[in-house]
Structures are given as structure tokens and as C-alpha cells.
């Protein structure tokens, strides 16, 4: 049975595809990190009050140099025929989610909310305050998105490395875990 191409795009899609889209899809994401004043890290978004196009550059080029970097060594590791370009298509190409995700900010949708809920916590209003649906059902397609994310980068990364083993997995998240940590320090020092 043929592949998806939201299962598995890097089954699907050749090399030279899946570069051109991720490059793409990296302009775009910058752009749109820019307009919607969202900081872009590996784990996680962060609303903000005014995101420079330089800081929005910097901030995904250090997540996707991070992660390719780091995910081709331990590529080497579990197979020596990774190659990096699969590993860069796959940060590249998986990062699309998260771009998509962005747009929960349309407005400052949600920089408004959490700081409405920074200030009824501060204030003691928290338990008099009624659930923002619409933040609710914002924040679940957020996190869908955000799972589709890891998803492609462990199906990328699967597939680039083929990796089959459990501890093949354990390397992988432990691995995305301590690149988005070191990652966290190196963005918010910019």
C-alpha cells in the first residue's frame, strides 16, 4: 500500500521536494512567527509583544541547526549511511505544523487570554473566572498541531537513520529533549 504523504512525506516526496518545501516553509514560517509575534522554539511557542524578523530568523535557525546537527550525530550512531540532507529535510519539512500553529495568535488572540489569565491568578480571580471555550478549543488544535509535529520528526528521523531498535527511541527524545533546553538558553540570551 503506497504511502501518505501526511504519514510518512519523507517516503513519499523525493529529496529535492522535500528541501524545496522545507525552504519554503522556513521563509514562510519566519514571516509568519514575525506577524502573529510568536518566539519559535524546538518544545514549545511563545506570544509575545513584538518579535523582530531578525529575532524570528535567529530563533529558527538556531532551533533547525540545533536539531539537524544533533539528530545527524546520532544518526551516524545508529546507522553510518545517514545522511545529513535527510536529517535537515526532515527538521526542515516537520516544522511545518508548528508554523500552522501560529496563526492561534491572529489578533494576539492568545497573548490576550494568558494575560488575562496571568492577571485574574494574580489577583485571586482565577476560581471566579469562567473556561474561555474558544481558548480551549484554540489550544487543543494547537496541540494537534504540536503533535503532528513530533510525529514527523520521528518519522522523519526513522526513516532517515532506519532506526528500529527501542533504545534507537529512547536516543531520539532524549536527544530533542536536551537540544530544546540547550536550544531555550541559546534563544532567549539573543
Known amino acids: 500500500m503506497k504511502n501518505s504523504i501526511l504519514l510518512n512525506p519523507f517516503a513519499v516526496l523525493s529529496d529535492k ?17 514575525h ?4 518566539n519559535i522554539q524546538i518544545l514549545r511557542i511563545d506570544p509575545t509583544e513584538k518579535v523582530s ?11 533547525i541547526s540545533f536539531l539537524s546537527l544533533a539528530f545527524f550525530g546520532i ?18 519539512v516537520a516544522f511545518i505544523p ?16 494568558i494575560n488575562q489569565i496571568v492577571e ?21 488544535l494547537g496541540f494537534a498541531f504540536f503533535i503532528y509535529y513530533i510525529y514527523l520528526l520521528f518519522i ?19 536527544t530533542l529533549i536536551i537540544i530544546d533546553l540547550l536550544t531555550s538558553i541559546i534563544i532567549n540570551s539573543i
Open 156 to 174: 522523519g528521523f526513522k526513516t532517515a537513520t532506519n532506526a528500529k531498535k527501542a533504545w534507537h527511541y529512547v536516543l531520539f527524545f532524549a
Open 17 to 33: 521536494k522535500q528541501t524545496i518545501i522545507g525552504i519554503i516553509s522556513l521563509i514562510l514560517g519566519i514571516l509568519i512567527a
Open 53 to 63: 524578523l531578525l529575532k524570528s530568523f535567529l530563533n529558527l535557525c538556531v532551533c
Open 98 to 113: 508548528v508554523y500552522l500553529s501560529l496563526f492561534q495568535n491572529i489578533n494576539n488572540f492568545l497573548t490576550n487570554e
Open 75 to 92: 544518526g551516524k550512531i545508529i546507522n553510518k549511511k545517514t545522511r545529513f540532507i535527510d536529517i535537515l529535510n526532515t527538521v526542515l
Open 35 to 38: 506577524f502573529m509575534d510568536i
Open 120 to 140: 485574574a491568578i494574580a489577583n485571586g480571580d482565577i476560581y471566579n473566572m469562567s473556561p474561555p471555550i474558544l481558548l480551549l478549543i484554540v489550544g487543543l
